[in-house]
């Protein structure tokens, strides 16, 4: 026996053991008559006892194309047998072929002889929620396999073929295209474990996304999709199926729940499974979770889909940090934004983590994620949005991997010295930039003073590398500034200031630069440098700088701030590619800016977060006031609060 079993698995050839009619003509399957002879292209016999559907040619025809393994049987040769042994089987009745068939899949059957536990499935739920069966006709009763299960023809056991019409009753007077979306979502759950040919990869998105992507915009459709993945589960005799369908039944339970009517059904399922299948457990808890953070807006992200197929569950992701540091963090599919500026905050042991935001960069954009998007949804947009907006010439897909950051977006309650991990591994890394690019108004004393302290940040105590200076300007001196001393008059300026300030650590010299600048206008700013035509008071080319104080006009030569506007004297705003509008005042009798720039959405973004910031304070107080948490004397009577069209 295990001479032939080995044959068999290194066999190359296979007898029909039954007539098959592929679906249609020009499709990609394989007809074939009971007694036909096919030899295997691509696998080997193993690989047929262990798969659903296999690739051979007919000898009889010399058509090549794809079938269900259940129609054959595996012959324990390596050579072409000769034409009386295919006789022997071409002449056996159904009950003799059921006999050999079913030795295609005896190891199958010994795993589920082992499972003692009394299976949940969703044959009483679909007494009254499932669609009328089929009825069982002749043809039906003589098609493929039908002889070797009696059950087959129920809508809640696995099936081979693809649905015609919803499982669910419900759905049955819904239009014609709920039908036709139920329906290709069944037949990509099916190609996705291997139950029926496919040329999509599984290692990519293409079928989760068939399988989830309308479930998600038609919320109708999500009890179908549990219910066709758990009728897939049900009495499925083919491992790799059965682990590929645990796959997709993982990754339903992190992006939506299903109706409280089924919710029953799939726990009882999923607790039945329990010792057979640990992945059971943690599809539970997914659910819950599920179940209180509410429906995803996106199919799986490649990463969760990866994770599955690798047989983790735990997705690990790298965070970058402005003073070029990193650390992984656990995410899951219920992970939004705001928790994970949370946690990560807490890791780190900030204070706080109001101000801070998650930054994706993608190619060269770095997009803020909005603290109520779940991440992986956010990731997801953000990617298919840029591939459908950037195809190279010959129509591949540009290369959009991605690195998250976790960074100071806004300044309005940041008091230097008081979180020292935040003033050192963020504020000093993000302010420093600015600080060289030129953007803040700053005298040369200031220039040799703070010098002097990004020479400590670099050097420490070490006098050594002073004598360099003159080589290291453009990372110590604005660069504005770089050209108004003479490199020898730029040292001995930083030195003397290096040489008044005591030995200093480099957190020390950090934090003294911060406190530096802090006293300016400027300080906590983002930047952008636009082209204006609007306001002809103002130069051309024009420096708007978004704070905590809100929206300052610069001279980018002189940087001197020609206007500020404070966010509830902002009454619109809108962006686009290559436009940022703001309106100025009453929307009537306001002043409109139109400024050119390919940064638009950054400055919309932050724009309507520090509003958003500040609503949601002065509502706080608002509230804490009224509770007579705060002394009512000395307030006034509010602002006035923007409004956005």
């Known amino acids: 026996n295990d001479f032939l079993e080995g044959l068999r698995k290194r066999s190359k050839f296979v007898i029909a053991m039954m007539d098959y009619q592929s679906p249609g003509e020009g499709s990609a399957f394989l007809s074939f008559r009971k007694g ?18 296999c690739y051979g040619e007919c000898e009889r025809t010399g058509a090549k194309g794809d079938f269900p393994a259940e129609c054959v049987y595996v012959l324990p040769t ?19 072929a059921e006999h050999i068939i079913a030795t295609t899949q005896s190891a199958l059957q010994k795993d589920e002889a082992e499972d003692k536990g009394r299976p949940h499935t969703l044959k009483n739920f679909a007494i009254d929620h499932f669609r009328p069966p089929p009825k069982r006709t002749l043809s039906r009763s003589l098609s493929r396999g039908a002889f070797r299960r009696k059950d087959s023809y129920e809508l809640w056991t696995f099936s081979r073929d693809p ?89 339903a339970t992190g992006l939506f729940p299903c109706s409280t009517t089924l919710q029953r059904e799939v726990n009882l399922f999923l607790r039945a499974k329990l010792h057979r299948f640990p992945l059971a457990g943690d599809c539970q808890q997914r659910l819950f979770k599920t179940i209180h953070t509410g429906a995803r807006r996106y199919p799986p992200h490649l990463v969760e889909v990866d994770a599955i197929q690798n047989k983790t569950t735990q ?33 780190l042991g900030l204070r706080s983590a109001e101000g801070y935001s998650l930054f994706v960069q993608i190619s060269d954009k770095v997009i803020s ?26 129509g591949s897909s540009a290369n959009l991997a991605y690195q998250v950051f976790f960074m100071k977006k806004l300044w309005s309650n940041t008091v230097i010295g008081r979180d020292r991990i935040s003033d050192v591994m963020f504020h000093y890394h993000q302010e420093l930039p600015k600080y060289l690019r030129g953007y803040h108004k700053c005298t040369r004393e200031d220039a040799a003073a703070l010098g002097a302290f990004i020479y400590r940040v670099k050097f420490g105590d070490n006098k050594t590398r002073l004598q360099q200076i003159p080589q290291l300007l453009r990372d110590l001196v604005p660069l504005d500034l770089y050209k108004s001393y003479s490199p020898e008059d730029w040292k001995r300026a930083i030195v003397a200031q290096y040489n008044r300030h005591p030995v200093r650590s480099s957190e020390d010299a950090k934090i003294g630069f911060l406190k530096h600048v802090c006293r300016w206008p400027t300080f906590g700013s983002a930047f952008f440098e636009v082209k204006q035509t609007s306001e002809l008071k103002y130069p051309e080319v024009l420096l708007i700088a978004v704070n905590r104080q809100g929206v300052m006009l610069i ?11 404070p966010f509830t004297k902002i009454s619109n705003w809108s962006s686009g590619s290559n436009y940022f509008h703001i309106t100025i005042g009453n929307l009537v009798r306001g002043s409109r800016l139109l400024c050119e720039t390919s940064l638009g959405y ?31 004397y000395g307030r006034s009577g509010g602002a006035r609060t923007p409004r956005r069209s």
């Open 602 to 632: 950054k400055m919309d973004d932050l724009l309507t977060s520090y509003i958003s910031l500040m609503l949601t304070t002065m509502n706080r107080e608002r509230r804490q006031q009224q509770q007579g948490r705060l002394p009512a």
């Open 315 to 347: 997705i690990f992701h790298k965070v970058f940090f402005p003073d070029k540091s990193n650390q992984a963090f656990e995410v899951d599919s219920s992970t939004r934004s705001k928790d994970f500026c949370v946690t990560i905050a807490q890791r």
């Open 36 to 53: 036909d002879l096919i030899r295997l292209e691509n696998e080997d016999g193993e690989d047929v006892m262990r798969s659903g559907w």
């Open 163 to 251: 649905i015609k019409l919803p499982l669910l009753k419900k759905l049955m007077t819904q239009s014609d295209e709920i039908h036709h979306k139920a329906t290709m979502s069944f037949l990509a759950i099916m190609k996705y474990m291997g139950d029926y040919p496919s040329k999509k990869m599984r290692l990519s998105t293409d079928l989760t996304d068939t399988v989830f992507e309308h479930a998600l915009v038609h919320e109708p459709l999500r009890d179908e999709i549990y219910c066709q993945l758990l009728k897939q589960l049900t009495e499925n005799k083919l491992r790799t199926s059965e682990e590929r369908g645990w796959e997709l039944l993982w990754l």
């Open 369 to 394: 994620v909005p603290e109520s998007d779940f991440f992986f949804d956010f990731v997801r947009h953000l990617t298919e949005w840029l591939k459908k907006a950037r195809q190279t010439k010959d």
């Open 555 to 565: 001279d980018p030569h002189s940087k001197d701030i020609l206007a500020t506007h």
């Open 78 to 96: 390596i050579s072409k047998p000769p034409a009386e042994v295919l006789s022997l089987f071409a002449e056996q009745s159904n009950e003799g």
